[in-house]
C-alpha cells in the first residue's frame, strides 16, 4: 500500500484469484477485508499529509516530475516503442542485457500463451510484466535515475521469473548457465556501485567494470573509487548536494560491508559474505541429495500440463 504501482500488482492479483477459486465470493469478500485495514490508513495518511485523504504524494511532488503532455498524474503519458527497447535489451537500462536468464522466462510465457498452458497462470504473469514495462516507459523519467536496469520493473520480476521453471526442465544445461551469469553478474554490480550515474550511457563498462579495475571518478566534488563498495553518498544527503563537511575518510565508511572492517577497499573484504553463501549453497545441496529423484513419467505430465 505504500507504493501506488503495487495497485497494478494487486489488481491483477484478484482477478487471477477470481479465475481459479471455487467460492468466488468468499474471495472477493476476504479481499475485500483484507484490503480494508491498510486502504484505510492510506487514506488517513494521505488526509494527515496533504489535507485530503484523495489527495496523492504526486499532487504534491517535485516540480523535475511534472510534464505539460503528461496523461496521467503530471508525469505518466504514451508508452514508446523506443523506450520499451531500451528497458528490454539495451545496455543502458536493459534488462535482458543485464539479466539474460530472464529471456528464458520471457521465451518459456511465449510458449505458454502459445500451447494454452496454465491460462490463469500465463495471463497473471504476462498481464502483470506488460502493464509494469508499459507504465515505465510512460514514464518522463522511466531511467529511474542514478541505478543499475529498469528498477521500476523490479516489482514484476518475481512473477517474470515463474515461467524459468519450465525452461530449466526443457533446457537445463543453457537455463543454469544463464542463471549463473546473470547472478554473477547482479552480484558484482551490487559489490562494486549499483548507483550509477544516470549520465552515464554504458553503465557496466565505463562504472561498475572500471570501478572494479581500480578507477576513480569525482561527481560535484566528491571521489567515487572502486574497487568495492564504492558509493560514497550518505543517506542523509544527495548527490546534488553532497555535505562539505564529511571528509574523504568518513566517506569510505557510507558503503561498506562486514569485511571492511578488516581489508577495506579489496575484494578481500567480501570473504564473510562468500563463506556465508558457502554454507548456504552447501546446505542446499546436501538437502537436494536426500530427496529422490522424480520420475521421468511425472516430470513429462507436468510440462504437458
Not at 504526486?58 to 527497447?85: E, K, R, W
Not at 515463474?162 to 544463464?178: H, T, Y
Not at 562494486?192 to 579495475?213: C, F, G, I, R
Request: net charge positive; proline share 6%; glycine share 8%.
Amino acid at each position: 500500500m505504500l507504493n501506488y504501482a503495487a495497485l497494478i500488482s494487486a489488481g491483477f492479483l484478484i482477478i487471477y484469484g477470481c479465475w481459479i477459486s471455487k467460492r468466488k465470493t468468499d474471495f472477493v469478500l476476504y479481499s475485500f477485508l483484507g484490503g480494508a485495514l491498510p486502504i484505510a490508513l492510506l487514506l488517513w495518511y494521505h488526509f494527515v499529509c496533504f489535507g485530503s485523504p484523495f489527495a496523492t504524494a504526486n499532487t504534491n511532488q517535485l516540480a523535475m516530475f511534472d510534464s505539460a503532455n503528461a496523461v496521467v498524474l503530471g508525469m505518466l503519458g504514451v508508452p514508446t516503442f523506443a523506450v520499451i527497447y531500451e528497458l528490454l535489451f539495451s545496455y543502458y537500462r536493459g534488462l535482458f542485457y543485464s539479466s539474460p536468464v530472464l529471456l528464458l522466462a520471457l521465451i518459456s510465457l511465449i510458449q505458454m500463451v502459445w500451447k494454452c498452458q496454465r491460462g490463469p497462470e500465463a495471463f497473471l504473469i504476462g498481464a502483470i510484466f506488460i502493464a509494469y514495462l508499459m507504465m515505465n516507459s510512460a514514464f518522463n523519467h522511466w531511467h529511474a535515475g542514478w541505478t543499475f536496469g529498469p528498477r521500476y520493473l523490479i516489482p514484476a520480476l518475481p512473477f517474470l521469473a515463474l515461467p524459468l521453471a519450465l525452461a530449466f526442465m526443457q533446457l537445463p544445461r543453457i537455463a543454469s548457465g544463464l542463471a549463473v551469469f546473470s547472478a554473477s553478474l547482479i552480484f558484482l554490480i551490487t559489490m562494486v556501485d549499483p548507483q550509477v550515474p544516470s549520465e552515464t550511457k554504458n553503465p557496466l563498462y565505463h562504472h561498475v567494470l572500471a570501478l572494479a579495475q581500480g578507477d576513480r571518478f569525482v561527481w560535484n566534488g566528491v571521489s567515487i573509487e572502486g574497487p568495492v563498495s564504492a558509493n560514497p553518498i550518505g543517506v542523509f544527503e544527495g548527490w546534488n548536494r553532497p555535505d562539505a563537511g564529511i571528509s574523504a575518510a568518513q566517506r569510505r565508511w557510507h558503503s561498506f560491508n562486514l569485511g571492511e572492517f578488516f581489508w577495506q577497499g579489496s575484494f578481500g573484504s567480501l570473504t564473510p559474505l562468500m563463506v556465508f553463501l558457502g554454507i548456504g549453497f552447501f546446505g542446499i545441496s546436501q538437502q537436494l541429495q536426500k530427496v529422490e529423484k522424480v520420475p521421468p513419467a511425472v516430470v513429462a505430465k507436468v510440462s504437458s500440463s
